[in-house]
């Protein structure tokens, strides 16, 4: 068997179009542009080109990007003045804070002082708790991009075997709550997880959120298995090469002999989560302004 590519590239433009023209009906409507401010502390050059790219798909979406820059030294007592800050001002309507943070600052604290109604990244408690007891909320844009991209794929995922590697609260845990609110019979492994191999050859769902690169082995999956791989890694420089390749958290090339739809990296799940964090940038432009949310973007 050979995979289909799954596309988030070009899905996720398809959504960044229907955003810019449902955010250029905001403006029309509220008088002035969504914002996303997005704030980067340190010179982390990976997390500088998230944050540039954030910007630019940003602004091409119609909104508008206020990215403030801080030192790497900077207190958390001033971040957490700028949130202030940020959560009093009515042109922003989105706010996301790059993480990881320096270690010198505490994030949990930091998250906690956004406005839970500008936390466009879903991961304050009230987000968290809001999608584990079945409210709305923000829900965090990567896990929600995969669950697109899933059921785009196969439709409803009643009854299905998904087995996500990875339980962080950014990626892992939100989004096996996904996983579970679709009906999706949901394992979450970690590394502690005994014969992760057996454990990943029920399903009929891959999700890898792990962060060690081309770890997922073709032997693993259950043939016809669709497989989201949300790792981003960077190989070390092959020779000749400036920076090494990025890769996922699945061994994509075998891998793809054997499942049946995967996502590539890049071009899968990265430029979902960006996407996605538009919409929720817009949906919560419509909540600050007063205005109900468009359906069915
Ligand atoms: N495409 C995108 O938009 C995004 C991509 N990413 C990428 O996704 C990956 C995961 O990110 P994130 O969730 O933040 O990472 P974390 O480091 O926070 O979590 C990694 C998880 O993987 C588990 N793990 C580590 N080693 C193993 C192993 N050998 N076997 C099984 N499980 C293991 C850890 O287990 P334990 O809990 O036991 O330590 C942990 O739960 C990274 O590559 C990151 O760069 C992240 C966000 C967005
Ligand atoms: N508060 C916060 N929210 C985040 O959502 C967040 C974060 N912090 N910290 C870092 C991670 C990582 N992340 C990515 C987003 C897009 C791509 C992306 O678009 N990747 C492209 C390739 C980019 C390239 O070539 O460098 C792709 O996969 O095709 C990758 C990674 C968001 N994160
Ligand atoms: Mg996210």
Redesign the pocket.
Known sequence: MVAETIDGKAFAARLRERVGEAAARFEEKAGRKAGLAVVLVGEDPASQVYVRSKGKATLAASMNSFEHRLEADTSQDDLLALVERLNADDAVDGILVQ?PLPAHIDAQAVIAAIDPDKDVDGFHVTNAGRLAVGQAGFVP??PM?CMMLLTDRLGDLSGLDAVV????????KPMAQLLLDANATVTI?????RD?AAVVRRADIVVA????AE?VKAEWLKPGATVID????RLPPADGEEKGRLV??VDYGPASQVASAITP?PG???P???AVLLRNTLVAAHRNAGLTAPEGI
């Open positions: 993480l844009c990567t991009g590697i990875g339980r962080s609260n950014i990626v892992g492994a970690h590394s502690r997880t992760l959120a792990v962060g060690r770890m949300v790792g981003i890694n996922g958290d990296v899968g799940v990265g979902m989560t960006i």
